[in-house]
């Protein structure tokens, strides 16, 4: 039992030790990107067996009923990530923008990335975008999917035996579950560095890599305070966190544009433009997830100085559905403001009518903007309920 217990402690420390290795890898990675392999093939069995399998569930998934089947949305986050990460690179890389609303991206080993809904919302131009694709394909790029599993594979075998050959040895196997996850950490923190350097090598300013992780965690904190709830960034992410903390990656990655301090166009207007058609829906279904807090500071990021029809009507869903009696008056006011200022869509006549009703005030005026909602949109799926509604 003893030199089972040697044993273990042996492994787990080459474990630690390949951890700290790839924690010192992002700091090379600053200096110069690896050589790249246009047509690389999977090597070896593990490699080889990840590929395949993947290579069935993307079969299954491209046909998903939430991937947005967008060519031209597709194309336009593709430009964005061969602009940082360059056309040789991305040509390997198959995109699948799929409806979900919160923020997030990943990619597989076999060269499918899949970007949520949500990202394209809270990213504010091309450069914070490209910093998530360019971090997202610096773990492809870097073999990171084969090395994890290697890494897990190893450490549970480890686990295995020495509860097989050492059952008192809880403290250990705790340590071996956490130098997983400190490798993770390692990998995460090595593809931001990555992304970082795309960045600082392409048109765009690399200081958004750090600008979209502060944005996110004013969102974390609008969020907790409209559910009367504090939050604490922390630099360190825990003993068994498998991803950096916000707070530690906006550090890290602000010192190293502050070295760098380079200049770029993060592409604002452009942004705006590429994901015009699709705001609406991105910003229905942000409503939809109930967060007061943080949906009203996504709206005020989005809005800045120039509030938009389309935000001006998220907004008004945004109070309405809250319903407290002075968030119906705040509804209705910003259901007006977005008539007033063209706002095209049918159901910004339908939420000022329902605003009204709810709050008892101008019932002839709920009644006229209900009617002029189904006179714009008879085939409503609420079509009915509404007309009920008018005629009572």
């Known amino acids: 039992m003893a030199f089972a217990r040697i044993l273990a402690t042996f492994l787990l420390a080459g474990l630690a030790l390949s951890a700290a290795q790839g924690q010192h890898l992002s700091k090379t990675q600053i200096v110069q990107l690896p050589p790249f392999t246009a047509a690389y093939a999977p090597q070896g069995v593990d490699e080889k067996g990840l590929w395949s399998g993947l290579d069935e569930e993307e079969r299954k998934f491209r046909d998903s009923q939430f991937v947005i089947a967008d060519p031209e949305l597709k194309a336009y986050v593709r430009s964005v990530l061969c602009r940082v990460v360059g056309d040789a690179r991305c040509r390997s890389v198959r995109i699948y923008i799929v409806r979900v609303a919160e923020f997030n991206a990943s990619m597989a080993p076999n060269g499918m990335m899949i970007v949520q809904s949500g990202l394209l919302l809270r990213a504010t131009n091309e450069a914070e975008l490209a910093a998530v694709l360019g971090h997202e394909f610096g773990h492809?790029?870097?073999?990171?999917?084969?090395?994890?599993?290697?890494?897990?594979?190893?450490?549970?075998?480890?686990?295995?035996?020495?509860?097989?050959?050492?059952?008192?040895?809880?403290?250990?196997?705790?340590?071996?579950?956490?130098?997983?996850?400190?490798?993770?950490?390692?990998?995460?923190?090595?593809?931001?560095?990555?992304?970082?350097?795309?960045?600082?090598?392409?048109?765009?300013?690399?200081?958004?890599?750090?600008?979209?992780?502060?944005?996110?965690?004013?969102?974390?904190?609008?969020?907790?305070?409209?559910?009367?709830?504090?939050?604490?960034?922390?630099?360190?992410?825990?003993?068994?966190?498998?991803?950096?903390?916000?707070?530690?990656?906006?550090?890290?990655?602000?010192?190293?544009?502050?070295?760098?301090?380079?200049?770029?166009?993060?592409?604002?207007?452009?942004?705006?433009?590429?994901?015009?058609?699709?705001?609406?829906?991105?910003?229905?279904?942000?409503?939809?997830?109930?967060?007061?807090?943080?949906?009203?500071?996504?709206?005020?990021?989005?809005?800045?100085?120039?509030?938009?029809?389309?935000?001006?009507?998220?907004?008004?869903?945004?109070?309405?559905?809250?319903?407290?009696?002075?968030?119906?008056?705040?509804?209705?006011?910003?259901?007006?403001?977005?008539?007033?200022?063209?706002?095209?869509?049918?159901?910004?006549?339908?939420?000022?009518?329902?605003?009204?009703?709810?709050?008892?005030?101008?019932?002839?005026?709920?009644?006229?903007?209900l009617l002029r909602y189904i006179s714009q949109k008879p085939d409503a799926s609420d079509a009915t309920m509404i007309a009920s509604l008018i005629a009572s």
């Open 140 to 369: 492809f790029e870097l073999r990171h999917s084969l090395t994890g599993f290697q890494r897990r594979r190893t450490a549970t075998d480890i686990m295995a035996w020495t509860a097989l050959l050492a059952p008192n040895t809880g403290g250990l196997q705790n340590s071996i579950a956490g130098s997983i996850f400190a490798f993770n950490r390692a990998q995460e923190k090595e593809a931001d560095m990555h992304s970082f350097n795309f960045l600082a090598a392409s048109p765009y300013p690399s200081s958004a890599a750090a600008t979209i992780w502060e944005r996110l965690m004013a969102e974390q904190d609008a969020t907790a305070e409209g559910r009367k709830r504090k939050i604490k960034h922390s630099y360190s992410s825990g003993f068994f966190a498998s991803h950096p903390s916000e707070l530690a990656r906006s550090t890290y990655l602000r010192e190293a544009a502050g070295k760098v301090a380079d200049e770029g166009d993060p592409a604002i207007q452009a942004y705006r433009a590429g994901i015009a058609k699709w705001l609406p829906a991105l910003l229905d279904d942000q409503i939809r997830l109930n967060d007061f807090g943080g949906s009203e500071y996504l709206l005020k990021s989005l809005a800045g100085d120039d509030w938009t029809p389309d935000l001006l009507y998220a907004r008004g869903e945004l109070y309405r559905q809250r319903g407290h009696p002075r968030d119906l008056v705040s509804a209705a006011q910003f259901y007006r403001e977005a008539i007033e200022k063209g706002c095209s869509r049918a159901e910004v006549h339908r939420g000022l009518g329902l605003a009204l009703l709810r709050s008892g005030d101008q019932p002839e005026a709920a009644r006229a903007a």
